[in-house]
């Protein structure tokens, strides 16, 4: 969505939707809050001063390349825009160059006739809003940072003509507009966020965030601006040396504040950031902006979302200059770029990944001029990881866009604010044991931060703290029973005595586990575990498997234990220890197991861990009637 708060836009939309609802007019603030933020990042800042031409531009040019929108709410954006136009010219807010309200009103009309065909034709989408959807077309789990590199390396290596064709049309499950174009069912991993004090540490150390408060002291008790809202020309060596720019070279002569790009940029940021208020008297400081120090967090947060709007790759050569035809894309596409690295965790989104995918929507004329445009894009890519990494979003990287703690703060927030469900908690010695064995059984494995996490973890604590901070966690949430074994495997046979003294050999849910765990570490009374405890572990597996897959993955896990006899009598087991998960596996193997043998003992077993009377219940409902009472005590014959 567009950035809430403070400032001419957010009073504008306050006003407009209390004049509609006094009015009883059709409103929607989300839609002409877009509308606003679109009209002021692409045309000028005017936003009571419309043109027909404005509107189509928008509605018809903007909206279908960037807005993802629902099916059933793409009716509504045209009349939201009307009832705003009708509030324009209602409370004398339409400003006097504007094109007459019946012309603009008229022009809605016309666009309302095409818009919904706009909103859905492919032609005429931006690059993030085509990846995403190809992605979901094909199913790829945003969960599995490999299944994200291994479709986008796929998507790469394929012919450019089929690349160009795999763009699908806009699908309704991706919901509202927003600036992440992921869908909004599919889960996201859990995260680890650090403190907020050393969140606010790192704020204070990004170069950018420096810059601005540079920026912000310059501007001290106000400044005047041009005519068109620029720096005055008399301003620029001064600033220009404030925020450590170097110094202007011998016999350059500045027409504009706009010849200088990174100064031009730093300014448009602070006031996209919502540091700084454009007013009739000039620039002043925000409120915001004079608490920038005392609410670091805050602060950096509204420049993270101002960057959206504000763009940066489009600012690289200067807002007069000729822009190559990625500049924009990847501007738009930087939220999606963000979400991609977020869920690569700490293998990012490699920069070459990022090239190839800009590199498909690059028109062909100019892909014609081969190494060099491609080299242009390379290097346009680095310098915005550069720009990133001075916000303190990303790492600094030669070749990778990785996320720093800040940046999976602020991508974190951004998913949230979207409306996504973003697990995350807060690291450090404090940390839920629940969230943080959760968020360790979310990473790779075989990656390195799963066992430095842990390692770290444990640094910090004795054996004894250690067991006793998790096992409780552990014994009630069978998914997390799997990382607390990997949890004691780090810690050593040294720890044995901690876990003894914790009498966790004797625990319902946690003795199984330990039982393995003592016999494979050689510190246990029996060299091998107990049939009966390894059963418990491998059905707490399959409890985990059916609660996060279904039936199947129990088919592929059991049929992974052997042959269908060996099966079986695997299940004979799980009968013999049957309670209510349990339960639930075996009659989801009774129902859905293609082998009789396996299906016919999982039902077998679920009758074995029942009380007789409860057996010959379910058996009397369960055989066919034969019209004749059998007597008491006789015996049926086995099959």
């Not at 998913?415 to 807060?426: I, Q, S, V, Y």
Request: charged share 30%; glycine share 10%.
């Amino acid at each position: 969505m567009s950035k809430k708060g403070a400032g001419p836009r957010g009073e504008l939309v306050k006003a407009y939707v209390s004049w509609a609802r006094d009015s009883g007019a059709f409103f929607d603030g989300d839609t002409v809050r877009l509308l606003l933020d679109y009209r002021a990042e692409y045309r000028d800042q005017n936003l009571t001063c419309w043109s027909a031409e404005d509107l189509s531009a928008v509605l018809l040019g903007l909206f279908p390349a960037k807005v993802m929108i629902d099916d059933e709410e793409v009716g509504d954006v045209v009349p939201a825009v009307r009832t705003f136009m009708e509030f324009l010219g209602s409370t004398g807010r339409l400003a006097k160059a504007s094109d007459p309200l019946e012309d603009l009103l008229e022009e809605l009309d016309e666009i309302e006739e095409v818009f919904e065909e706009a909103m859905g034709g492919p032609d005429a989408f931006g690059f993030a809003k085509r990846i995403a959807l190809s992605m979901v077309a094909d199913g790829v789990d945003v969960d599995d940072p490999e299944a994200l590199e291994t479709w986008i390396k796929d998507f790469n290596a394929r012919p450019e003509s089929e690349r160009r064709a795999l763009m699908p049309p806009p699908i309704a499950a991706l919901g509202s507009p927003s600036r992440v174009s992921l869908p909004p069912d599919i889960p996201l991993p859990m995260v680890a966020l650090l403190p907020d004090e050393e969140l606010a540490r790192a704020v204070r150390e990004a170069p950018l965030m420096t810059r601005l408060a540079s920026f912000l002291d310059w501007v001290g008790s106000g400044r005047k601006l041009t005519d068109s809202g620029r720096i005055k020309l008399r301003d620029v060596p001064e600033l220009v040396e404030v925020l450590g720019l170097g110094v202007l070279p011998p016999g350059f002569a500045p027409r504009s504040s706009s010849d200088l790009p990174e100064l031009d940029w730093t300014y448009a940021l602070a006031d996209a950031g919502l540091l700084v208020d454009v007013t009739r008297r000039g620039l002043v400081i925000s409120d915001l902006g004079r608490e920038m120090q005392s609410r670091p967090l805050e602060a950096w947060k509204s420049v993270f979302e101002g960057l959206f709007d504000a763009g940066a790759v489009t600012w690289l050569r200067g807002a007069k200059a000729w822009q190559p035809p990625w500049a924009q894309m990847l501007d738009d596409g930087l939220p999606d770029l963000l979400v991609l690295s977020y869920l690569g965790r700490d293998q990012g989104l490699l920069a070459e990944e990022v090239v190839e995918l800009a590199w498909t929507e690059v028109p062909s004329k100019a892909r014609e001029l081969g190494p060099k445009m491609r080299e242009l894009l390379t290097r346009d890519v680095l310098a915005l990881i550069g720009i990133l990494s001075e916000i303190g979003v990303a790492e600094r990287s030669p070749d990778r866009l990785v996320l720093t703690p800040l940046g999976i703060w602020g991508v974190n927030g951004l998913l949230r604010d979207e409306g996504h469900d973003a697990p995350a908690f807060t690291d450090g010695p404090d940390a839920d044991p629940a969230s943080l064995l959760a968020y360790w059984g979310s990473l790779d494995f075989e990656g390195r931060a799963l066992g430095e996490g842990v390692d770290a973890w444990l640094a910090g604590r004795s054996p004894e703290s250690a067991v006793r901070a998790l096992a409780d966690a552990a014994a009630a949430d069978v998914r997390l029973r799997g990382m607390f074994l990997y949890v004691l495997e780090r810690m050593g046979p040294e720890s044995a005595d901690a876990v003894r003294g914790a009498g966790l050999e004797r625990d319902p849910h946690l003795g199984p586990y330990v039982a393995a765990w003592l016999a494979g570490s050689g510190v246990g009374d029996e060299s091998e575990p107990a049939d009966e405890d390894l059963a418990r572990v491998i059905a707490d597996q399959l409890v985990v498997l059916l609660m996060e897959g279904g039936p199947d993955d129990l088919v592929d896990m059991l049929d992974g234990l052997g042959p269908p006899s060996e099966q079986a009598h695997f299940l004979e087991v799980l009968g013999r220890m049957q309670d209510a998960d349990i339960g639930r596996v075996l009659d989801a193997v009774a129902t859905s197991h293609p082998d009789p043998v396996v299906s016919r003992a999982a039902r077998k077993a679920q009758l074995s861990g029942k009380g007789p009377e409860v057996r010959g219940a379910r058996a009397a409902a369960q055989a066919p009637s034969s019209g004749r009472r059998r007597r008491t005590g006789r015996k049926s014959r086995k099959p």
